[in-house]
């Protein structure tokens, strides 16, 4: 469970900082009881980052193979060959 600091812990940067360091999850911050923001290590906001890419890039894949079993998509030879057309390469 992420931890949760209200928003006037921030004035001691310091010891926020080493809060976050220490928890190594994300910490909440709150403001009179509600989320305000999330803090995150570098190392957290990369691990999230990519597995959000990861994720994105799997939903197109995932999409373009609907695409050819409906019939819709093109086939890449075909698509590759307009393109050096178009562009005479």
Do not use: W
């Not at 940067?13 to 911050?29: E, H, L, M, S, W």
């Not at 994720?55 to 894949?61: G, M, P």
């Not at 995932?62 to 093109?74: K, T």
Request: hydrophobic share 35%; glycine share 6%; net charge negative.
């Amino acid at each position: 469970m992420p931890l949760a600091v209200p928003v006037r812990d921030l004035k001691d940067t310091a010891k926020f900082c080493q809060t976050v360091r220490d928890n190594g999850g994300p910490i909440i911050v709150t403001r009179n009881g509600y989320d305000e923001f999330v803090v995150l290590t570098p190392e957290l906001y990369q691990k999230l980052d990519e597995a959000m890419r990861k994720q994105e890039l799997y939903d197109a894949v995932d999409a373009a193979e609907e695409r050819l079993r409906s019939g819709a998509g093109v086939p890449a030879r075909e698509t590759l060959s307009q393109i050096r057309q178009r562009h005479g390469l």
